[in-house]
């Protein structure tokens, strides 16, 4: 997984409540094995018309949320199922840093695991954050070390449990961290051999 540790992007704004993880990864989109090829399908019912040619109302066809890799969203974002796909679309789509005042718990651990970072923020701070990139290219940059942003007129800290950021800061998954102790689990297995 890569690490992150300062992240500068342009910042896609998504005001709407209850985004659903059908939502964000179609059902039908899920047939693949592998952890890529996802961000296609993003949205997919927002961002494509029935034709299949990009909806042009929908918030991230926007010529000012192109290239995107901060996403603003409003209450409850991620909630529905537990499908970790969501967040392998979001981040095959490019998006590193998702804020919002509230994630579903699933999929909110479900970003960490896959290195995007989540960031919950006040509902008066998110608010003015989408204010501040409304209309226009905008530029946010989020820095894990110190649990700072920062962009244009608009700054704020944020907490992060201290386990998920080493993770996030060394570019570890569940998998990596437990590979850290493997020569002590090596030395374990040496002592309790039967």
Same mark, same amino acid.
């Given at each position: 997984?890569?690490?992150?540790? &300062?992240?500068?992007?342009?910042?896609?704004?998504? *005001? #709407?409540?209850?985004? =659903?993880?059908?939502?964000?990864?179609?059902?039908?989109?899920?047939?693949?094995? +592998?952890?890529?090829?996802?961000?296609?399908?993003? !949205?997919?019912?927002? #961002?494509?018309?029935? *034709?299949?040619?990009?909806?042009?109302?929908?918030?991230?066809?926007?010529? +000012? @949320?192109?290239?995107?890799?901060?996403?603003?969203? @409003?209450?409850? !974002?991620?909630?529905? %199922?537990? /499908?970790?796909?969501?967040?392998?679309?979001?981040?095959?789509?490019?998006? /590193?840093?998702?804020?919002?005042? %509230?994630?579903? =718990?699933?999929?909110?651990?479900?970003?960490?695991?896959?290195?995007?970072?989540?960031?919950?923020?006040?509902?008066?701070?998110? $608010?003015?954050?989408?204010? $501040? @990139?409304?209309?226009? #290219?905008?530029?946010?940059?989020?820095?894990?070390?110190? $649990?700072?942003?920062?962009?244009?007129?608009?700054?704020? %800290?944020?907490?992060?449990?201290?386990?998920? &950021? +080493?993770?996030?800061?060394?570019?570890? =998954?569940?998998?990596?961290?437990?590979?850290?102790?493997? %020569? #002590?689990?090596?030395?374990?297995?040496? +002592?309790?051999?039967?």
């Amino acid at each position: 997984m890569e690490a992150l540790r &300062k992240h500068g992007g342009n910042v896609a704004v998504m *005001d #709407r409540v209850n985004v =659903d993880t059908d939502q964000i990864i179609p059902k039908q989109f899920l047939k693949r094995v +592998e952890r890529t090829g996802f961000g296609q399908f993003l !949205f997919y019912d927002w #961002r494509f018309l029935e *034709d299949g040619v990009e909806n042009p109302a929908f918030e991230l066809n926007q010529p +000012e @949320a192109k290239g995107a890799s901060i996403l603003v969203a @409003a209450h409850n !974002f991620g909630c529905g %199922s537990s /499908r970790e796909h969501a967040p392998w679309a979001l981040q095959d789509y490019g998006f /590193r840093v998702i804020i919002a005042p %509230s994630f579903a =718990d699933i999929f909110y651990s479900n970003c960490f695991k896959n290195g995007i970072l989540p960031i919950r923020l006040p509902e008066v701070d998110v $608010q003015a954050l989408m204010n $501040q @990139a409304a209309g226009k #290219r905008f530029i946010l940059n989020v820095d894990l070390e110190d $649990q700072t942003m920062e962009g244009g007129a608009f700054s704020s %800290s944020f907490e992060v449990d201290t386990y998920w &950021k +080493e993770m996030l800061l060394n570019g570890w =998954d569940e998998i990596s961290l437990t590979l850290n102790y493997e %020569s #002590r689990i090596s030395s374990f297995e040496k +002592e309790h051999t039967v």
